[in-house]
């Protein structure tokens, strides 16, 4: 599964040697302030309670054309993986102009997911 974390400028090198070291996982720097990692689901809540410099950790779930192809397939998404009926999720817009516009997509994302997670019975 493929995470972007998000660190502050000058602690790329830094963040891809936590990973290296600690973990084992090879990494890049895509774009300044972005590391790119691929690492198993059950990682992932080990990366975030360890590692001191990500800002964010983004979890890649695709590329979507259009809101309307938008589809979390339990087969290409390990939801259960990631996520139980107890864990919480938030999901942020950005790089859109206007706020009503990042409101109807994130609502749009939310309706797929929930619709994804009832049908995997979480």
């Known amino acids: 599964m493929k995470y972007y974390l998000l660190v502050n400028a000058g602690l790329e090198q830094l963040t891809q040697q936590d990973l290296q070291q600690q973990y084992s996982l090879p990494s890049t720097s895509p774009a300044p302030t972005v590391i790119e990692c691929d690492a198993p689901p059950q990682i992932l809540l080990t990366l975030a309670a360890h590692l001191q410099t990500p800002r964010r950790i983004l979890l890649a779930i695709g590329k979507f054309k259009t809101p309307e192809?938008?589809?979390f397939s339990p087969s290409l998404f390990p939801l259960t993986d990631i996520f139980t009926n107890k864990t919480t999720f938030k999901i942020e817009v950005e790089?859109?102009?206007?706020?009503?516009?990042?409101?109807?997509?994130a609502k749009t994302v939310a309706g797929k997911l929930y619709a994804t997670f009832?049908?995997?019975s979480l």
Do not use: E, H, M, T
């Open 69 to 71: 192809s938008i589809s």
């Open 95 to 105: 790089n859109l102009p206007g706020i009503d516009n990042r409101l109807a997509l």
């Open 118 to 120: 009832q049908s995997c």
